[in-house]
């Protein structure tokens, strides 16, 4: 693996962040070293709160489906009194996994190997020839911190989870117009990006690439094109100007959220572009409005938190993407589209109109984002400066090696 190969000491990962020049990409090591992939395990994934899914996902009690970051597993369920619970997948006897599929209905979880049983609050409840002298109600599965906001289930490993509710007050404000908790799963897909997860962090964070890659995006975020040309941009600019007042006359929610101090996160709302109503390819309605709308207004509402969770809400359908770093050089990308929850495929929507612009948008993504990783690893790669279009970017990167310097 050319100057990254072999195993990197703690000394010389600490010398790479400090020499790391501010306003550029990182060395080639951050994107391919093995020691370093597990630090960001560590540091960042099993510390801060990570999206899992939407509640709908487990509608019913006895619900669940398992979510794997790096080696955990985690078992994420709807117990008997409806609240979401997460625990780790791994039995209190010997360690085996218990939920092999990813996902299912059960009353109980069962162990495969040996048939330990616990209820779905995570409590052992059958365990054959333990003897009496064990304490039984110590041996209930490891719990995850769970919170469910807006329809969407947050988790977080660390013991010690970080505060979320300045984060949560955020999205209770700007989602539940939406009724993301009403709503069902229209399709979900899960793929494999040959890239590290930086570098994907890096393709999500930025729209300097938009232009080059992606014309359906263009086509319907006016936006995106606006950023190159001083004409577009002022067009846009009164646009949005127009669309804030008609929202906010139809009694909509409008403004936005930036990257602060609040939490880890950004967002808002902000409108299509002129006569489109939602993202579609022609701008008209895929599905039955979603939550408290009666009418469509032409947004979009989107949040990105750090370290990689982004979604966007239309008015009649939503897009979740959740981001899970596999091994130095892949991540797995889930797309979730959800629909509201009484609307019926064929019936009240073609699912292929409700996903096309981000299914098309994501492949591009993969593509861009699996070339960019083949370039690191060249032996001529060194970071490069990002442009004025990527501070966003470059707020990320810094964000992440205060994260991976931290000491506690
Ligand atoms: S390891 Fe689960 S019952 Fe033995
Ligand atoms: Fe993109």
Redesign the pocket.
């Known amino acids: 693996m050319g100057r990254t190969g072999g195993t990197m000491r703690m000394s010389e990962i600490s010398e790479l962040i400090s020499r790391h020049r501010q306003g550029y990409s990182l060395e080639q090591a951050f994107y391919v070293s093995p020691q370093i992939f597990e630090m960001d395990i560590e540091r960042i994934y099993r510390r801060h709160w990570l999206l899992a899914g939407p509640a709908c996902r487990v509608a019913q009690a006895g619900d669940y489906f398992t979510y794997q970051i790096a080696g955990d597993s985690i078992v994420i369920l709807r117990d008997e009194l409806g609240n979401i619970r997460a625990h780790h997948n791994v039995?209190?006897?010997?360690?085996?996994r218990?939920c092999l599929d990813e996902q299912g209905h059960a009353k109980r979880l069962v162990?495969?190997?040996?048939?330990?049983a616990y209820d779905l609050n995570g409590a052992l409840c059958s365990?054959r020839h333990l003897p009496e002298s064990v304490d039984q109600s110590s041996l209930g599965l490891h719990p995850v911190a769970v919170r469910v906001v807006a329809g969407l289930i947050f988790i977080c490993i660390a013991s010690d989870p970080p505060e979320f509710g300045a984060t949560a007050a955020d999205l209770i404000e700007y989602l539940a117009p939406h009724g993301l908790e009403r709503t069902t799963i229209c399709r979900r897909e899960v793929e494999i990006i040959r890239a590290n997860w930086k570098v994907v962090a890096e393709n999500f964070w930025e729209c300097y690439h938009c232009a080059s890659t992606h014309p359906e995006f263009c086509s319907v975020m006016s936006y995106a094109h606006a950023q190159n040309n001083e004409r577009l941009a002022d067009e846009r600019r009164e646009f949005e100007r127009d669309w804030e007042t008609a929202t906010q006359q139809l009694g909509h929610k409008v403004g936005r959220v930036e990257f602060s101090d609040r939490g880890l996160h950004q967002g808002g709302r902000l409108p299509i572009r002129p006569g489109f109503v939602t993202q579609s390819r022609d701008g008209q309605p895929v599905a039955p409005l979603l939550g408290e709308y009666t009418q469509f207004d032409g947004g979009i509402t989107s949040f990105m938190h750090l370290p990689l969770i982004w979604y966007v809400v239309s008015n009649d359908h939503a897009l979740l993407t959740r981001f899970t770093p596999v091994s130095p050089l892949e991540t797995e990308l889930e797309l979730t589209w959800l629909v509201r929850s009484d609307a019926v495929a064929g019936r009240d929507y073609d699912p292929d109109a409700v996903c096309w612009l981000w299914r098309v948008t994501a492949e591009q993504d993969k593509t861009i984002c699996e070339n960019n990783q083949r370039g690191i690893m060249s032996s001529r790669y060194q970071p490069g400066p990002y442009t004025t279009a990527e501070s966003s970017v470059n707020d990320l990167v810094e964000w992440y090696l205060q994260e991976l310097s931290r000491n506690d």
């Open positions: 039995c209190r006897h010997r360690g085996s218990i162990c495969p190997y040996h048939n330990w365990a």
